[in-house]
Nanobody, 119 residues
Framework: QVHLVESGGGLAQAGDSLKISCAPS????????MAWFRQIPGKDREFVAS????????NYADDVRGRFTISKDNARNMMFLQMNRLKPEDTATYYC????????????WGQGIQVTVSP
């Protein structure tokens, strides 16, 4: 089993920056890609950004493109999300997800980390 642990969330003011991280632990698993999702109470979980492990291709949701940057550290199998120019509407629980090699779904999910942006 793979465990994903998010870190680095917290409180910020509008316009500030935060960086959150995701570190897999447990069983080694070949990675095809990783992603960030977020969710606010009462709404569906939504895609934020993703990155492919073999060629670094990235994809972003429209409302974060240009403000957020997803990156990875292959040596440590870690993934990051640099969030700049934060807005109150970015307030959510952010989840890290891992797509195993050869699969189409995200096979493993973290427990989530809270990011709160005040006006």
């Amino acid at each position: 089993q793979v465990h994903l642990v998010e870190s680095g969330g917290g409180l910020a003011q509008a316009g500030d920056s935060l960086k959150i991280s995701c570190a897999p632990s447990g069983r080694s698993w070949p990675i095809q890609g990783m992603a960030w999702f977020r969710q606010i109470p009462g709404k569906d979980r939504e895609f934020v950004a993703s990155i492919k492990w073999n060629d670094d291709r990235t994809n972003y949701a429209d409302d974060v493109r240009g403000r957020f940057t997803i990156s990875k550290d292959n040596a440590r199998n870690m993934m990051f999300l640099q969030m700049n120019r934060l807005k109150p509407e970015d307030t959510a629980t952010y989840y890290c997800a891992l797509q195993g090699f050869g699969t189409v779904n995200y096979d493993f999910w973290g427990q989530g980390i809270q990011v709160t942006v005040s006006p």
